[in-house]
């Protein structure tokens, strides 16, 4: 069992809907990261989470530390929010990630 | 601007012929770390360092070596490269402790 799960692996949406990605983790983590990568390859930090919610533009994510769950949401989905989508969590000590296997997005116009 | 700039971005070598993979970042963070991406398996820490002449292993170091001998600098170092380290590599840098994490923009490494 993979210490950081995702889920779904891959979602198809249409322009417009709105989009969840979960992530549950088994291990004491300091704090959540969610990154975007996109089909060039380049990574980019959504949020730094450990605790409650936050919000930036159309993304959310959210976190509950007890059930060791987090959340990103897209709402109004577009195209260009096509990537893959990881979260990482960064253990007790603040020193070693480890990331999720990532939630492939489409968004189709 | 803010970055962490890779070199080189792509590079085809031959097993067993030593390279060096440059990371530099220009925002003064103390953490620096180096990542390799494969299908199937994402990403997965190699080394990190929480500030100068500081460096531990991650989860998959075996192959690599690195080095922190200036804080902006963070070099990633294959001695004897083998098609197994095929892989695209990132780092990654910030400034210590819960804060966002910035990437470089990876480096396509094939070993034939």
């Known amino acids: 069992k993979n210490e950081v799960e995702q889920s779904p692996q891959n979602l198809t949406a249409q322009e417009g809907e709105f989009i969840t990605i979960n992530c549950s983790y088994s291990?004491?983590?300091?704090?959540l990261h969610w990154l975007q990568q996109h089909p060039g390859g380049g990574i980019v930090s959504l949020f730094m989470l450990s605790s409650g919610k936050k919000k930036h533009g159309r993304l959310i994510a959210t976190i509950n530390i007890q059930e060791k769950h987090s959340s990103l949401h897209i709402t109004a989905s577009h195209p260009r929010d096509s990537a893959v989508y990881i979260c990482?969590?960064?253990?007790?000590?603040?020193?070693?990630?480890?990331f999720g296997p990532g939630t492939r997005l489409s968004v189709l116009p | 601007e803010a970055q962490v700039t890779q070199n080189p971005r792509y590079l085809i070598t031959v097993t067993g012929k030593k390279l060096t993979v440059t990371c530099s970042q220009n925002m003064n963070h103390e953490y620096m770390s180096w990542y390799r991406q494969d299908p199937g398996l994402g990403l997965r820490q190699i080394y990190y360092s929480m500030n100068v002449e500081v460096t531990d292993k991650g989860d998959v170091p075996e192959g690599y070596k690195v080095s922190r001998k200036e804080k902006r600098n963070f070099p990633l170092i294959l001695e004897s490269p083998s098609p197994n380290q095929t892989s695209l590599y990132f780092c990654?840098?910030?400034?210590?402790?819960?804060?966002?994490?910035?990437f470089g923009e990876g480096s396509w490494l094939t070993v034939v």
């Open positions: 291990v004491g983590i300091s704090a």
């Open positions: 990654a840098s910030r400034p210590g402790y819960g804060n966002t994490i910035y």
């Open positions: 990482a969590g960064l253990d007790n000590y603040g020193q070693n990630f480890v």
